[in-house]
């Protein structure tokens, strides 16, 4: 049990969860003969998941007159009605991608309105055996958006962006490799929760993915994820023509840029006709964009949107632009404004294929945030939503952090557009604005290792990522339930240990790095790891506390600080203009108080960070010795493997405790009032070690050091 399969395991099923009735079809039956079609991949996935399962082996046939008894049918509706007269109707309501998903007594029909429809529907089947569930169905099911993507920061010379789980699985040496095995393993994954599509490289591009080699590289990417339905795109960068191509702008209206980008879209289609098209970060960061010549963004945006366009192509063009030189004692500026800033005015200029990806919060994936306003801001806009699967600042997948609850804060949120109902999951599905486009990109980085992601646990927030992404109004424990069952089998020791410990764990690490929406107080201009509280203000990247000795906070309200409150819808506006509507969770991320300021909660502002960071490492003692109540039951390999990270981030929970309590007693002077702050409860301090041949080191930051010194 090293990883390698995720949730797709198929375990045999414990004799006690088998129906003693169990009747199944005679046969597989797979409408299409086509091997690189999801439906031919759906026939050959029922076979080898019921053969585990189940232990028994189905024929699996491709024409309807080879077998002529019991089946578990799949096909696409066109192929289905086309040859059969059966009494299956009801396809009238399948959207793109949806399935329908009969199982009555012995015969099983799986029908797809589109070929990976088919496939999503035989994974439903069979999560449906492997969880033990075989009552009969009768259902039909719809994406709520038609962008369902994953993107992967990985570079050219294999390493990965903020990726947790060894270099890439699809480059290495500034090339694409032979061995695409793993490629089609995650193509597998991804299709098994409904992923359509996939960014493969970095959003900080490399010019050189477009050399007529990488293209064909790229090529032998999509091959070996088409079998799955998903379709892959890349990132660009945006001065290629100049970079790579020689020219001597990258403006995007000169007529030789646009002939340039023209070509290369031409060459990727020919070798790639069903691409899903191409991703952009421009002006953000460092990297080139439209901005360089006085053009707009949506310039920019629509210069590749016009050149996908025959192809069939989207552009999903990134809303992460701000400036990252903003001067720290400038009490008007705020990063959190930018994107509205750049974007609103724009709004009505892109053309149709493109949709503008947003990440969730107005900041940066952040422990919490409240809904990005830009959500609200561009109605005739297509949008999707940017979250991150990969834990940046969510402890690098060291930490257990289940993230599907995070995720549902701000997709369930309301942003009262014009005073009406405007979920930001109704707006990223083009229901509330009436768009076309609009979905889901979740930052993935899977590496080489077997986990995937590095960590076991780290899975659940994948597999959640896209069964969201699919219906975005599931529960998340119901979805960590799943994955659990899938995963590591149906113990109710083992489920009922998973899920507690995976639903206390957001709440935990946001209570030891940074709660009342002060953000996660990391180190911030590196690693995003550990805890660093001081490093957050004085820096031009704008994730600021605005700490000193009597208070904390951002004022981010139109009356007295940066006016960023001000770009939501006015309901909720005027909600956040004031310290008293706006909830406590928020409070710092909205207003700046004196630590002495009492909470709704009726506590001061410096005594919950105090509790909080005390409850949180609190809660993180307690995973390990839960897990460890599973020794018997989860295999040695992935018991120890957890056992190992969750100590771990017993440990480091600690760590992130003292650090930011003594860091804000320090400047506050203020005491804890359960007197707890400066004890260094359940440390061993390095002093009372004994290690020979040790030198003393400064640490850096010193709160982090042992004795604080
Ligand atoms: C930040 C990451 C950086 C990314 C950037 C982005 O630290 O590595 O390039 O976001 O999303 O969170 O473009």
Redesign the pocket.
């Known amino acids: 049990e090293n990883g390698i399969n995720g949730w797709l395991r198929y375990a045999p099923l414990p004799a006690h969860q088998r129906p003693s009735n169990l009747r199944l079809p005679g046969a597989i039956m797979a409408l299409s003969n086509n091997k690189t079609s999801p439906v031919y991949t759906a026939g050959q996935e029922l076979q080898a998941g019921i053969k585990s399962i189940l232990n028994q082996t189905l024929p699996l046939y491709h024409e309807p007159d080879e077998w002529l008894g019991s089946t578990i049918l799949v096909a696409t509706t066109g192929e289905f009605y086309g040859r059969q007269n059966g009494d299956v109707k009801a396809s009238a309501t399948l959207a793109d991608d949806g399935y329908l998903l009969r199982v009555r007594a012995g015969n099983v029909v799986i029908l797809g309105q589109t070929e990976r429809g088919a496939l999503y529907g035989a994974f439903d089947y069979l999560s449906r055996i492997a969880q033990g569930r075989f009552s009969d169905a009768d259902l039909v099911s719809n994406p709520d958006a038609p962008i369902r993507w994953v993107n992967q920061?990985d570079n050219m010379d294999g390493s990965i962006?903020?990726g947790y789980a060894g270099p890439s699985i699809f480059f290495s040496n500034n090339a694409i490799p032979k061995n695409l095995n793993r490629v089609t393993q995650y193509a597998r994954l991804l299709a098994s929760i409904g992923i359509n599509g996939i960014i493969v490289n970095n959003?900080?591009a490399n010019a050189n993915l477009l050399t007529d080699a990488n293209i064909d590289g790229l090529g032998r990417i999509a091959d070996a994820m088409r079998p799955y339905g998903v379709q892959v795109g890349i990132s660009l960068n945006f001065a290629s023509p100049q970079t790579l191509g020689g020219l001597s702008t990258f403006d995007p209206l000169d007529a030789k840029v646009i002939s340039w980008w023209t070509d290369k879209t031409k060459r990727l289609y020919k070798r790639i006709p069903d691409m899903a098209g191409y991703l952009v970060?421009a002006n953000?960061?460092g990297q080139p964009g439209p901005l360089t010549y006085n053009r707009t963004l949506a310039d920019g945006a629509n210069l590749f949107a016009k050149a996908v366009q025959p192809h069939g192509g989207i552009v999903m063009f990134?809303a992460?632009v701000y400036d990252n030189h903003i001067n720290p004692a400038d009490l008007k500026a705020d990063r959190a404004n930018h994107a509205v800033e750049f974007f609103k005015e724009l709004d009505g200029q892109f053309m149709d294929n493109v949709v503008v990806q947003i990440k969730y919060g107005p900041i940066?994936?952040q422990v919490r945030e409240p809904a990005s306003p830009l959500f609200a801001n561009i109605p005739q806009t297509n949008t999707a939503i940017e979250l991150q699967i990969t834990q940046?600042y969510l402890g690098h997948q060291d930490h257990l952090v289940y993230i599907a609850p995070l995720w549902k804060t701000i997709l369930d949120f309301d942003l009262r557009a014009d005073d009406q109902p405007s979920l930001v999951r109704d707006v990223i599905a083009g229901r509330r604005f009436s768009n076309k486009h609009g979905g889901y990109a979740g930052v993935v980085n899977v590496g080489t290792n077997t986990t995937w992601l590095g960590s076991h646990l780290a899975m659940s927030n994948l597999y959640a990522f896209g069964r969201l992404a699919w219906d975005p109004t599931q529960d998340s424990q119901v979805l960590l339930e799943d994955w659990t069952r899938l995963t590591f089998g149906s113990d109710p020791l083992v489920l009922g240990v998973i899920t507690e410990i995976s639903m206390a764990s957001w709440p935990a690490y946001e209570n030891y790095t940074g709660n009342l929406g002060i953000q996660t107080l990391t180190d911030i201009l590196y690693t995003?790891y550990g805890p660093n509280p001081a490093s957050q203000d004085n820096n031009g990247w704008g994730q600021w506390t605005r700490a000193d000795r009597y208070g904390i906070g951002m004022d981010r309200t139109v009356s007295t600080g940066t006016g960023f409150s001000g770009q939501y819808p006015a309901e909720v506006a005027e909600k956040f203009e004031s310290i008293e509507t706006t909830p406590d969770d928020l409070l710092l991320w909205f207003h700046h108080v004196n630590y002495t300021h009492i909470l709704k909660s009726g506590k001061s502002v410096i005594q919950h960070f105090y509790d909080a960071h005390y409850d949180g490492a609190k809660t993180a003692q307690t995973f390990p010795i839960a897990w460890e109540s599973l020794r018997k039951k989860v295999d040695t390999d992935r018991f120890n493997e957890v056992l190992f990270r969750l100590r771990y981030q017993a440990g480091h929970s600690i760590v992130w405790r003292d650090s930011i309590c003594q860091f804000y007693y320090n400047l506050s002077g203020i005491p804890d009032a359960a007197g707890r702050v400066g004890k260094h409860e359940y440390r061993i301090e390095a002093e009372t070690m004994t290690l020979k041949n040790y030198k003393l080191t400064g640490v850096n930051p010193v709160e982090t050091a042992s004795n604080l010194t």
């Open positions: 920061w962006e903020r959003v900080n970060k953000s960061e990134r992460f940066d994936f940046e995003h």
